[in-house]
């Protein structure tokens, strides 16, 4: 009797439990999170409606509307700049930004927002790089206490933008540039001046002639920011930066934690949707723009090959330079090196010390 009775209570224990635990899970199923996310991309422009949006569209969707994504384009809760602190104090759970603009914090963040001398172009051969230099750039992210889902989308390569020609390495010097980040210091080596310029005041700088040539971004953006109209040369091949992570995909660590595992796992999902469709978005429509510039009369000059020989040579000696930073730093260019021996990028690899 006794022992029928001690089993009775354990099953009513058992029950009682499950029940709670069942409530729990259903509160914790039916439960809406609300996240406010960045990116440095203007609202309306490809970079935004693109990727931004339908990833936002499609984490909702997916979720029924268990995890609503709130973005915000560039500059309207708080300078671009200060996106790193937010997400990390949880001003905002999330952000979709190129990783460059926290070179100042880790010298890591420089190397992955940009790669002077870059050979790398195609879309598969960026995200090839992307992900073996995740593990580690992940693990820079965490020391700052923030998270990294990695590459958010791929950008194509970025153009130089120029009202002078530009026939020759020599002709870099004294030139003046817009650049920022490692991007000032390739071209300090080049001889040119760099000029540290907002977005928004690189039209009016090359009008001007506040400054001899920009880089800013692609054919297509740099259309969207009406540069076609202003610029009377594109330098070739890419000098600083190659196709790249156009942002990366960071979390607040604590609101990540309390994101259920399926609205994690759609969020994943979501980031591959948006890498997919940046192929097609940027890449794509970025060689469409280019039919416009060449209509408008843009003329494309093209570096004498062993120019561009040394040109490169001189950004391998740059990127060595921010290798001897940190053993972070170290461990990147080796990553990169060994990457671009796999793409075949032989040459470039054992300036890099790849062996």
């Not at 817009?178 to 540290?196: E, N």
């Not at 920009?214 to 190659?242: C, Q, R, S």
Request: proline fraction near 4%.
């Amino acid at each position: 009797m006794k022992t029928t009775k001690g089993f009775f209570i354990l099953a009513v224990c058992v029950m009682v439990a499950a029940i709670f635990l069942l409530t729990d899970y259903a509160a914790a199923a039916e439960k809406v999170y609300k996240w406010r996310a960045v990116t440095h991309q203007l609202v309306g422009t490809a970079r935004y409606k693109g990727t931004v949006v339908p990833f936002c569209e499609m984490v909702k969707k997916a979720s029924n509307g268990r995890l609503i994504i709130e973005p915000y384009g560039a500059g309207v809760l708080f300078p671009v700049t200060e996106s790193f602190d937010a997400v990390r104090d949880g001003v905002v759970q999330m952000a979709m930004v190129w990783g460059g603009y926290w070179a100042g914090k880790d010298p890591v963040f420089a190397l992955s927002g940009s790669r002077p001398g870059d050979p790398i172009v195609e879309f598969s051969e960026n995200f090839y790089l992307s992900e073996k230099a995740y593990p580690l750039v992940a693990k820079v992210y965490e020391k700052y206490n923030v998270k990294s889902l990695g590459g958010f989308d791929f950008g194509p390569a970025e153009i130089l933008c120029s009202v002078k020609p530009i026939r020759s390495l020599a002709d870099f010097k004294g030139k003046k540039i817009r650049s920022a980040g490692i991007g000032a210091t390739f071209y300090s080596a080049l001889g040119a001046g760099a000029v540290s310029l907002s977005a928004p005041e690189i039209y009016q700088a090359l009008q001007l002639g506040t400054v001899d040539a920009a880089e800013y971004n692609d054919w297509l953006v740099n259309k969207e920011m009406g540069l076609h109209e202003v610029t009377k040369f594109i330098i070739e091949p890419v000098l600083h930066i190659g196709t790249c992570d156009d942002k990366d995909l960071l979390l607040n660590p604590k609101a990540w934690a309390e994101l259920p595992d399926d609205l994690k796992a759609i969020v994943m999902i979501g980031r591959d949707y948006a890498r997919y469709l940046s192929a097609n978005a940027y890449g794509v429509e970025s060689k469409k723009a280019k039919q416009d510039w060449l209509k408008r009369g843009v003329q494309i000059i093209n570096l004498p090959e062993k120019d561009v020989k040394e040109i490169r040579g001189i950004a391998a000696r740059v990127i060595l330079d921010f290798a001897k930073k940190s053993p972070q730093t170290a461990e990147y260019v080796a990553t990169y090196a060994k990457v671009l021996n796999d793409l075949g990028h032989v040459d470039e690899a054992k300036v890099l010390g790849f062996k």
